[in-house]
């Protein structure tokens, strides 16, 4: 497949996502510049992790407004799968892609650890590889994680099963000590109506060899692959 890495100023985890889709899976894994107006040709975008414009008035909201993102809604709008990772997650909500907003962590401390997540749905291309209440390690680092949403968007995602993944502890219970941030309902993870845009404050290119400390976030990524852009249009 080939995949594209937008790459915001402040943006710092692009070749996290390079190194892992390019060197560990051996994908076609290109940096686009944010001012690029054409995403033609590519198969999966990935929004990743950083300070987008040094996160000034609230994460994402400068850079919802670059000229790549006309691209990436209509990649959305197209069926194509999108994946947006800790910024990237924050930018889709305020380009509206997704429903909520990420909000300071409850901690008010800027938060880098492992934490466990269970899968909640996993009828998209994201999580097609996993089992569903399966439970992965996957890292965070964010001072701005806490997901909220209104009851009623809540209640919405929980019915139409758009709650991706959730903290949880190695039990896969959600119990209040497993969410390092205070998200609501322990959500570390949506997906839009169609399932092919997932954001998530986790980082899976941060999990991708043993090496490194585990490599569940392969699963992620080779969903996307094995899934096949076909199969996430139809």
């Known amino acids: 497949?080939?995949?594209?890495?937008?790459?915001?100023?402040?943006?710092?985890?692009?070749?996290?996502?390079?190194?892992?889709?390019?060197?560990?899976?051996?994908?076609?894994?290109?940096?686009?510049?944010?001012?690029e107006s054409s995403l033609d040709g590519y198969d999966c975008?990935?929004?990743?992790?950083?300070?987008?414009?040094g996160d000034y008035l609230r994460c994402g909201a400068i850079?919802?407004?670059?000229?790549?993102?006309?691209a990436v809604a209509r990649h959305a709008e197209a069926g194509r799968p999108v994946f947006g990772i800790c910024n990237g997650f924050q930018i889709l909500c305020e380009a509206g892609l997704l429903p909520g907003v990420l909000r300071r962590n409850d901690s008010l401390q800027f938060r880098c650890e492992d934490t466990f997540l269970r899968a909640e749905n996993v009828a998209?291309?994201?999580?097609?590889?996993?089992?569903?209440?399966?439970?992965?390690?996957i890292p965070i680092s964010h001072a701005e994680g806490?997901?909220?949403?209104?009851?009623?968007?809540?209640?919405?995602l929980e019915s139409n099963g758009r709650v991706a993944f959730r903290y949880c502890n190695a039990d896969g219970e959600p119990a209040p000590e497993s969410n390092p941030n205070g998200s609501v309902r322990n959500i570390a993870?949506?997906?839009?109506?169609?399932?092919?845009?997932?954001?998530?404050?986790?980082?899976?290119?941060?999990a991708g060899e043993e090496l490194m400390g585990g490599s569940d976030g392969l699963l992620l990524w080779r969903g996307v692959i094995e899934s096949g852009v076909e199969a996430v249009v139809g």
Not at 5 to 33: E, K, M
């Open 1 to 35: 497949m080939r995949f594209a890495i937008v790459v915001f100023p402040g943006t710092w985890s692009d070749r996290d996502c390079q190194y892992v889709l390019r060197d560990v899976l051996g994908q076609q894994a290109d940096l686009v510049w944010h001012r």
């Open 45 to 53: 975008i990935v929004l990743p992790g950083g300070f987008s414009y």
């Open 63 to 70: 850079a919802r407004f670059s000229p790549v993102m006309a």
């Open 124 to 137: 998209t291309p994201f999580t097609s590889t996993l089992e569903l209440g399966q439970v992965i390690t």
């Open 146 to 156: 806490s997901y909220y949403a209104d009851d009623t968007t809540l209640d919405e």
């Open 189 to 206: 993870g949506v997906v839009n109506e169609r399932g092919n845009v997932l954001g998530m404050m986790p980082h899976p290119e941060r």
